[in-house]
């Protein structure tokens, strides 16, 4: 923004912008660099596999995100000494681990998912674990039920109560064989973070195989632990007695990088992002190339960008890694607002993660949630009992909108429509969207956007 009053400015003054509250002046192309760091699904895990370890740990490139906040009073509550530094290196000191009160720990409630990975580390290093009320619904079998079940097979004694989850190790953890009704990122997690110290073998059938749970593993095996990945999605990890602390760098975020793409191709941009690395999201570059999009692999990072001409419409289903992760759809539908025809995208990993195309549409694209699925185009791998598909027709001009963002995956949609859109945007509940992205304005202004922000 220059010294001139902008557009956003003014639409801010007039609308008395609230906290919270983002106001964008749309159809300006994004264009800059920006660096992204550590995934917040790899960085959040490796914080709590840092108190299996005797010794102290080292994690660099920790994203600056509300959800590491959570993870780390959590870990402060167990007695462990956080320490961080400007440049996102965390250390942790796991001298002192010790039991906690329910009410610092039920303090952390609500805000995340990562605390059910705690089971495993604190049966390990204290014989039992309180575990409190996750993501802000009420605890019950469902979401958690495949961790559960896990635990329960490497001898845990798990009882619910009005103080969350309470869980016992009476005759210590034993290796287990285990099969997952389906490759759950947070359950191969959770017998991973269980298992290395475990007595005996473990066998993990149907384990999700992201990076994430890749770059998991590269820790565990720096601490001391011993795990195959064999054929298959088939897990072999061997107990030890003790593990020590780790030196890591975490990750890239694969869904930030994902987003900032989408952010280039919805704006008509040029975006470079420093920390992108080719390997781990070729799947989403096959889907980003199909649309029309341009990108350029280079040694510090990948350049995405619009490259000129019409977008195409794809048919793309989401699924587990090696597929299109299910995080990346909600960036990637606001650029195929823009194809010229109909796109189809199958969700098979949430139930229901197209809420946010309501905002779109009513931004002006035309997209049709179908909740049964199609019949007429029947999914290549039906994994889960439940069909949902989005149909997209575009090319739809984007036109401002007052909107409340609903989720973290979500919001970034909105967000990139806003900054595509013709006019005036209001979005609020823009807090979300820093659960996972880091220093989200910051990016914003260093890419150029017109817009004006009330923390
Ligand atoms: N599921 C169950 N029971 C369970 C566990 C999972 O039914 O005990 C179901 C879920 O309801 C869902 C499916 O299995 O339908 C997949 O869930 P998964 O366990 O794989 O997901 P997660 O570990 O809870 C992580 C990421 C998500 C990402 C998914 C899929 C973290 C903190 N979250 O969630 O990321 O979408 O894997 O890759 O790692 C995000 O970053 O915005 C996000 C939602």
């Given at each position: 923004?220059?010294?001139?009053?902008?557009?956003?400015?003014?639409?801010?003054?007039?609308?008395?912008?609230?906290?919270?509250?983002?106001?964008?002046?749309?159809?300006?192309?994004?264009?800059?660099?920006?660096?992204?760091?550590?995934?917040?699904?790899?960085?959040t895990k490796?914080?709590v596999?840092?108190l299996?370890?005797?010794?102290?740990?080292?994690?660099?490139?920790?994203?600056?995100?509300?959800?590491?906040?959570v993870v780390?009073g959590l870990l402060?509550v167990y007695?462990?000494?956080?320490?961080?530094?400007?440049?996102?290196?965390?250390?942790?000191?796991?001298?002192?681990?010790?039991s906690a009160h329910f009410s610092d720990i039920d303090a952390h409630a609500g805000a995340s998912r990562i605390p059910i990975l705690f089971c495993g580390p604190l049966l390990h290093r204290l014989g039992e674990a309180r575990i409190p009320d996750l993501g802000g619904c009420r605890i019950g079998d469902r979401p958690i039920d495949f961790h559960l079940d896990a635990l329960r097979a490497f001898g845990a004694v798990v009882s619910k109560g009005v103080e969350g989850i309470h869980l016992t190790a009476p005759?210590?953890l034993?290796?287990?064989?285990i099969?997952?009704?389906?490759?759950s990122?947070g359950a191969?997690e959770q017998v991973?973070l269980t298992?290395?110290?475990?007595?005996?073998?473990?066998?993990?059938?149907?384990?999700?195989?992201?990076?994430?749970?890749?770059?998991?593993?590269?820790?565990?095996?720096?601490?001391?632990?011993?795990?195959?990945?064999?054929?298959?999605?088939?897990?072999?990890?061997?107990?030890?007695?003790?593990?020590?602390?780790?030196?890591?760098?975490?990750?890239?975020?694969?869904?930030?990088?994902?987003?900032?793409?989408?952010?280039?191709?919805?704006?008509?941009?040029?975006?470079?992002?420093?920390?992108?690395?080719?390997?781990?999201?070729?799947?989403?570059?096959?889907?980003?190339?199909?649309?029309?999009?341009?990108?350029?692999?280079?040694?510090?990072?990948?350049?995405?960008?619009?490259?000129?001409?019409?977008?195409?419409?794809?048919?793309?289903?989401?699924?587990?890694?090696?597929?299109?992760?299910?995080?990346?759809?909600?960036?990637?539908?606001?650029?195929?607002?823009?194809?010229?025809?109909?796109?189809?995208?199958?969700?098979?990993?949430?139930?229901?993660?197209?809420?946010?195309?309501?905002?779109?549409?009513?931004?002006?694209?035309?997209?049709?949630?179908?909740?049964?699925?199609?019949?007429?185009?029947?999914?290549?791998?039906?994994?889960?009992?439940?069909?949902?598909?989005?149909?997209?027709?575009?090319?739809?001009?984007?036109?401002?909108?007052?909107?409340?963002?609903?989720?973290?995956?979500?919001?970034?949609?909105?967000?990139?429509?806003?900054?595509?859109?013709?006019?005036?945007?209001?979005?609020?509940?823009?807090?979300?969207?820093?659960?996972?992205?880091?220093?989200?304005?910051?990016?914003?202004?260093?890419?150029?956007?017109?817009?004006?922000?009330?923390?």
């Amino acid at each position: 923004m220059n010294s001139l009053i902008s557009d956003a400015q003014k639409a801010g003054e007039r609308v008395g912008l609230k906290s919270d509250t983002i106001v964008i002046n749309g159809g300006k192309p994004l264009r800059g660099a920006i660096v992204v760091r550590g995934a917040k699904n790899l960085a959040t895990k490796a914080m709590v596999a840092a108190l299996l370890g005797e010794t102290p740990s080292v994690l660099r490139d920790v994203p600056d995100i509300s959800d590491v906040q959570v993870v780390r009073g959590l870990l402060e509550v167990y007695g462990v000494k956080v320490h961080d530094t400007a440049s996102g290196e965390m250390t942790f000191d796991t001298a002192k681990v010790e039991s906690a009160h329910f009410s610092d720990i039920d303090a952390h409630a609500g805000a995340s998912r990562i605390p059910i990975l705690f089971c495993g580390p604190l049966l390990h290093r204290l014989g039992e674990a309180r575990i409190p009320d996750l993501g802000g619904c009420r605890i019950g079998d469902r979401p958690i039920d495949f961790h559960l079940d896990a635990l329960r097979a490497f001898g845990a004694v798990v009882s619910k109560g009005v103080e969350g989850i309470h869980l016992t190790a009476p005759n210590g953890l034993k290796g287990a064989n285990i099969e997952l009704p389906y490759p759950s990122v947070g359950a191969t997690e959770q017998v991973l973070l269980t298992a290395v110290r475990a007595e005996g073998t473990t066998e993990l059938k149907n384990a999700a195989i992201e990076p994430e749970i890749m770059d998991l593993i590269a820790i565990l095996q720096k601490m001391g632990a011993i795990i195959s990945v064999e054929p298959n999605r088939v897990i072999l990890i061997e107990g030890v007695d003790r593990l020590e602390g780790y030196t890591h760098r975490a990750l890239f975020d694969r869904n930030e990088v994902a987003s900032w793409a989408a952010a280039a191709l919805v704006t008509g941009g040029d975006i470079f992002v420093q920390g992108a690395r080719q390997v781990e999201i070729m799947t989403f570059l096959n889907v980003f190339r199909k649309v029309g999009g341009a990108f350029d692999v280079q040694e510090t990072g990948i350049r995405f960008w619009h490259p000129g001409g019409n977008l195409k419409p794809v048919t793309i289903e989401t699924d587990v890694h090696p597929g299109f992760m299910t995080d990346w759809q909600q960036p990637l539908i606001v650029a195929l607002t823009q194809a010229h025809g109909t796109s189809i995208v199958h969700e098979t990993v949430y139930e229901n993660r197209f809420g946010f195309t309501e905002a779109l549409n009513e931004m002006g694209a035309n997209i049709t949630v179908h909740k049964s699925g199609l019949p007429d185009h029947p999914r290549r791998v039906a994994r889960r009992d439940f069909e949902q598909a989005a149909v997209i027709t575009g090319p739809t001009k984007l036109h401002g909108a007052n909107i409340y963002v609903p989720d973290l995956r979500g919001g970034f949609s909105h967000l990139i429509a806003a900054l595509s859109a013709e006019g005036q945007s209001v979005i609020s509940n823009v807090g979300i969207i820093s659960r996972g992205y880091e220093h989200i304005i910051e990016k914003l202004a260093q890419l150029g956007a017109d817009f004006v922000y009330e923390g």
